[in-house]
């Protein structure tokens, strides 16, 4: 291949994650404004400096540039949740996974956020289906659309360290919207917003193979990490007792098991559910429940908890004996429940990030009220992970961050008109629509392909 080629494709790649530059004022006028939280019909949203500054039906301020969304909806950047977006590229090959880790010496102190590549290709396509935010969290035996073989997972004392695979990582927050065009390439929002463990089959498999086993490795870990935290001047001297884990991780540990830091548990089953949340109660840590398919068996229990669930809503065949009750409604009966669910895209959230819309429309033709599927793609996933007010709703003073939609954004043939990442337009392309337009029949062919 040429170099011209290959420098060409190269500055094409960098252009699909270089917004447009911003102007001071943009003025979204006359939309069906779906806020996160309410419904505004003929509105306007005013964003400034990155932020938007203001939501309601008065006029466009004097001098912003108005873009005109009359028949169209203004919606709230979604949130992808339990993703992979900027963490992988090609899950089958090992050198383009940054979402885990096998070394058995590190486990709840490997950070995710420093493997972030915000030229991934997976961005652009998933801020086509109007994710402008996501929390990327660490995969693991147990994750969904993780391609983790079972070969690979570790038992527990492999390598002289007790846990190897307890725990995954810590999960970050990153946005859609990276500023390459201005020299910068930051898309991380903020690191180490949870920690991340499978329990159930996954969990039990990291432990030796049974359920009970790794309740009490859990303690167990919980009740060295709180030592180690009484104690760190002697263990800097050596005076303290062995401990299975290394520093790292138990430095780490020590917001989990000060219920300052939450655990995001991988969990199917509804005994499961029930067992973690008794474990949460008994060890005071704070639970994210992912997965939670027979949740709906117990959502009295999880809502009674006050923990947040991130789920698939059409996750619903019995694949295996941890999900023999999943079904369709369950994003339904754990709402009406009470319990606070943020709606995942499918196969782990990455390459198929921006299913999570679709996943959403058919929780509403399920049972799920329709206010309640936007607030499980935008500002529920906000709050479950700390943020309230600051992304995914529109509000004076959140992330600018709008996607203007050619109609219902839950129905699969809405499209987005317009783009606004930190109040900057993104262009709306990707490698793949790139490539779809390269190769359609052309005549003549591009001259690299001519024979």
Do not use: C
Request: proline share 6%; charged share 15%; aromatic share 4%.
């Amino acid at each position: 291949m040429r170099l011209s080629s290959i420098l060409a494709g190269a500055a094409a790649a960098l252009a699909l994650a270089a917004p447009a530059l911003a102007q001071d004022t943009v003025a979204i006028v006359g939309g069906r404004i779906l806020t996160g939280t309410s419904v505004i019909e003929s509105g306007t949203v005013v964003l400034r400096d990155g932020k938007i500054v203001s939501v309601g039906t008065g006029a466009a301020p004097s001098g912003a540039r108005v873009i005109d969304a009359a028949g169209k909806t203004v919606a709230p950047g979604f949130v992808a949740v339990d993703s992979g977006l900027a963490g992988t590229e090609v899950g089958s090959v090992r050198g383009t996974n940054e979402l885990r880790n096998s070394a058995n010496t590190l486990s709840a102190a490997f950070d995710i956020s420093y493997g972030l590549d915000p030229w991934s290709f997976t961005l652009p396509v998933a801020r086509l289906g109007g994710i402008t935010r996501a929390v990327v969290v660490p995969q693991h035996p147990g994750s969904s659309g993780g391609h983790v073989h079972e070969d690979e997972t570790a038992g527990a004392g492999d390598g002289g360290y007790q846990t190897p695979g307890l725990f995954a990582g810590q999960a970050a927050i990153i946005n859609l919207g990276p500023n390459l065009a201005g020299g910068g390439s930051d898309i991380l929002v903020k690191p180490r917003v949870a920690m991340v463990a499978p329990f159930g089959e996954a969990g039990a498999a990291v432990a030796g193979g049974a359920r009970g086993a790794q309740f009490v490795l859990f303690k167990e870990t919980m009740a060295e990490v709180r030592l180690y935290a009484r104690n760190k001047a002697a263990y800097d001297r050596a005076a303290l007792r062995n401990l299975s884990l290394s520093r790292a991780d138990l430095e780490a540990l020590i917001p989990v098991a000060n219920g300052t830091l939450p655990l995001i548990v991988t969990v199917h089953r509804a005994s499961d559910i029930q067992q973690v949340l008794r474990l949460a109660r008994e060890e005071g840590i704070r639970l994210i429940l992912d997965g939670a398919e027979e949740g709906w068996l117990v959502a009295g229990d999880i809502a009674s908890a006050g923990v947040p669930v991130l789920l698939n809503p059409i996750d619903n065949l019995p694949s295996d004996f941890e999900m023999r009750a999943a079904r369709m409604e369950n994003a339904a009966a754990l709402n009406a429940a009470g319990v606070l669910i943020a709606i995942k895209g499918n196969e782990g959230s990455t390459h198929r990030a921006r299913d999570a819309r679709y996943n959403a429309g058919n929780a509403v033709s399920h049972g799920l009220p329709y206010q309640a599927a936007i607030a499980a793609l935008t500002v529920n996933p906000a709050r479950i992970f700390g943020m309230a007010g600051q992304f995914g709703q529109i509000a004076p003073g959140a992330a600018g961050d709008v996607v203007v939609w050619s109609g219902d954004p839950l129905e699969p043939l809405s499209q987005p008109s317009a783009i606004f990442v930190n109040g900057v337009e993104q262009p709306l392309t990707s490698r793949p629509l790139m490539l779809r337009d390269r190769y359609r029949q052309q005549t003549p062919m591009p001259p690299a392909y001519r024979n």
